[in-house]
């Protein structure tokens, strides 16, 4: 066991604060990652002030990990002391059901791992990323390309798988017509990759106060959904509508958005429950879903597609002590575009 400094959330909406934690030894399969960044994804926020429900505290959050190996069990294969690695936001899973055979370990029937706010194999809460060191097991840890900085990059294993996987299910690419709804964390990167897919991007935002930045990383039209006339204008548009809104809205009023045959995929997760008018799917034969992170391998695979395309997340590097006031500026939809913490300020 070692003991590490770590920032954690004592109780359910409790500021967090530095205290120290322990890491298991390194095992025959896992590594010991020097943690360099951790990204701040509005999920951290949720769970912190328990917004989800069953947090385990005192909470150390974080899942979007960029470092370095500094130590590998016998039996590791897939990485070598020295190498530049990410962890997302599962640490393990049952590795033997059909959807762990199938590379979708995130839908694991026994429930994935966490890599903080869940038990590990042994009961252990699990603790994140907001922390110097963390163990994890190579099968869950993946390799950050060499033309990604380490602090861009951390985003990307929440913030930029996220949007990935469903944006590539759903087949966003040239002529298609894609809304990101939400220009966030997550939206952000959603923007990015959906043009270097090729598709027509437009962004639906509260306001337009993020037009410019919207258009610079890679958006074609901008709207304001505080508008009415935006709802008008766009009726009947997107074959695909990806919402990384944090609360609950109008489902049916962004339905109506869609196209024939048209997906509005929900990667937001509110803590209150949203009600949908079935006849918004009905009409128009169009399909409401959700997608939930990506599997390890393509968590790899979108790493290389953001290094190949130049994508990393827009960023403000903080310090740990700044943590508290970053999660309110995240509540304020004031982040631009992702907080990530400087460990080394730990
Ligand atoms: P974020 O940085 O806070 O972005 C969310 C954006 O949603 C805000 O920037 C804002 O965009 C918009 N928004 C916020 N409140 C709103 C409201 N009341 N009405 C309409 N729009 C609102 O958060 P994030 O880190 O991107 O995460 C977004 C959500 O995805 C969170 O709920 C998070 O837990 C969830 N998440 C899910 C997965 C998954 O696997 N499915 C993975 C990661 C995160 P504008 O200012 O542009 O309007
Ligand atoms: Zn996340
Ligand atoms: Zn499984």
Known sequence: MATVPAYAAPAAKAPLERTTIERRPVGEFDVLIDIKFAGICHSDIHQARDGWGEGIFPMVPGHEIAGIVTEVGSGVTKFAVGDRVGVGCMVDSCRTCENCLAGLEQYCLAG???????????????????????????????????????????????????????????????????????????????????????????????SLRKKDDGLRLGADHYYATSDPKTFEELRGTFDVILSTVSAPLNLDAYLALLRTDGAFVNVGAPEDPVSVNLFSVIGGRKTLAGSGIGGIRETQEMLEFCAEHGLGAEIELIEASQINEAYERVLDSDVRYRFVIDTATI
């Open 112 to 206: 994935n791992i966490p890599t903080y706010n869940g038990r590990d194999k042994n009961g252990d809460p699990t603790y994140g990323g907001y922390s110097t060191h963390i163990v994890v097991d190579e099968k869950y840890t993946v390799r950050i390309p060499d033309g990604l900085s380490l602090d861009i990059a951390a985003p990307l294993l929440c913030a930029g798988i996220t949007t990935y996987s469903p944006l590539r299910h759903w087949n966003v690419g040239p002529g298609k017509k894609v809304a990101v709804l939400g220009m966030g964390g997550l939206g952000h990167m959603g923007v990015k990759i959906a043009h270097a897919l090729g598709a027509e991007v437009t962004v639906l935002s509260q």
